[in-house]
């Protein structure tokens, strides 16, 4: 067993204070993650969306999160491909094709994009992603009413 000793003038640190979450937005991510809505990949970006958002309190773009999900061993390449087209899904759907042989999209809505700012990882403009709240409308073009 190894003893930790305290150095002086050194102070260990506690742990990090996290930000309280909106009620409609925690029970928001308990269906979506309890259910069968999401798909095994979309569910993982969501859950990692969520894991940022707690860690450094700043919504990520598509290309931080594919980097932070890398760092994490979330994904196996640092790949953006692997990350945004399951972000895309989640903020417009996906399609279905059903049995008459018709196709409809489903799901989306769940996450919305903020208005454009430097990317940390590759410095190009890009929208940030926020998990949307329980009960506020989507808007049609994904921006959340901010403009």
Same mark, same amino acid.
């Given at each position: 067993?190894?003893?930790?000793?305290?150095?002086?003038?050194?102070?260990?640190?506690?742990?990090?204070?996290?930000?309280?979450?909106?009620?409609?937005?925690?029970?928001?991510?308990?269906?979506?993650?309890?259910?069968?809505?999401?798909?095994?990949?979309?569910?993982?970006?969501?859950?990692?969306?969520?894991?940022?958002?707690?860690?450094?309190?700043?919504?990520?773009?598509?290309?931080?999160?594919?980097?932070?999900?890398?760092?994490?061993?979330?994904?196996?390449?640092?790949?953006?491909?692997?990350?945004?087209?399951?972000?895309?899904?989640?903020?417009?759907?996906?399609? =279905?094709? &059903?049995?008459?042989?018709? +196709?409809? $999209? !489903?799901? #989306?809505? @769940? =996450?919305? &994009?903020?208005?454009?700012? +430097?990317? $940390? !990882?590759? #410095?190009? @403009?890009?929208?940030?992603?926020?998990?949307?709240?329980?009960?506020?409308?989507?808007?049609?073009?994904?921006?959340?009413?901010?403009?």
């Amino acid at each position: 067993m190894i003893e930790q000793v305290a150095l002086p003038g050194f102070h260990r640190a506690g742990r990090r204070v996290r930000k309280n979450v909106r009620k409609v937005s925690s029970g928001r991510y308990a269906t979506l993650r309890d259910g069968t809505i999401l798909k095994a990949a979309q569910a993982r970006v969501f859950r990692c969306l969520a894991a940022y958002y707690n860690r450094f309190q700043q919504w990520p773009t598509r290309a931080e999160l594919t980097e932070w999900m890398f760092s994490r061993r979330e994904i196996p390449r640092r790949n953006i491909n692997s990350v945004a087209p399951r972000i895309s899904e989640l903020l417009n759907g996906w399609h =279905v094709k &059903l049995p008459d042989g018709t +196709r409809r $999209r !489903v799901g #989306g809505g @769940a =996450v919305e &994009l903020l208005p454009v700012r +430097r990317c $940390r !990882v590759n #410095g190009d @403009a890009a929208h940030p992603v926020r998990i949307r709240e329980s009960g506020s409308t989507p808007d049609p073009w994904g921006y959340g009413g901010l403009f």
